[in-house]
């Protein structure tokens, strides 16, 4: 059994470098070292190159005959993640006071959450202590179905490109 103090300060890590790193953008951009088309370069070469390798890089080890079919029900789910939150966020639109120029970003916040960055460094930290690399590479397989949906849809209904 793993001590519960371990277990928090692992859950812990991936926060702190995400808020470190996080900083480090924030102190880059205020210093003006980091100029606006670098940031964007930075940016498109993230969304393009780093983040599938990773992600296909995590993907291939992952699947094998036991679990080859759960894309599909993760697709599933990834799609109702998004419809759930649009149509929450239309009700709470509906309901209460929304900023005139919000009324249509309240739904896109509501149905594009966060489905990548935050979770998989969570679960890269959580899942090593057991099962070790498997483990971890099954979790960023299975987030990775998420991450697509949303890229798919945001892009499909985005008016810029990504």
């Not at 599933?76 to 009700?91: D, F, H, K, Q």
């Not at 179905?145 to 008016?159: A, K």
Request: aromatic content about 12%.
């Amino acid at each position: 059994m793993i001590p519960t103090g371990e277990l928090i300060w692992v859950s812990a890590q991936p926060l702190i470098r995400l808020f470190l790193c996080v900083a480090a953008g924030f102190v880059l951009t205020k210093t003006e070292f980091l100029l606006p088309v670098a940031a964007r370069s930075a940016r498109q070469m993230i969304l393009n190159v780093t983040a599938p390798s990773l992600m296909f890089s995590r993907v291939v080890p992952a699947f094998n005959y036991s679990n080859i079919g759960v894309p599909g029900p993760l697709t599933l789910v990834a799609l109702l993640y998004e419809a759930i939150g649009i149509v929450m966020s239309w009700i709470i639109k509906q309901l209460f006071w929304v900023p005139h120029r919000f009324r249509y970003g309240i739904l896109a916040a509501g149905g594009w959450g966060n489905v990548g960055d935050i979770p998989t460094s969570v679960l890269l930290s959580l899942t090593a202590p057991f099962n070790g690399t498997s483990d971890q590479n099954l979790a960023v397989a299975y987030i990775s179905t998420f991450i697509l949906i949303f890229f798919v849809c945001l892009h499909q209904y985005s008016p810029y490109p990504i």
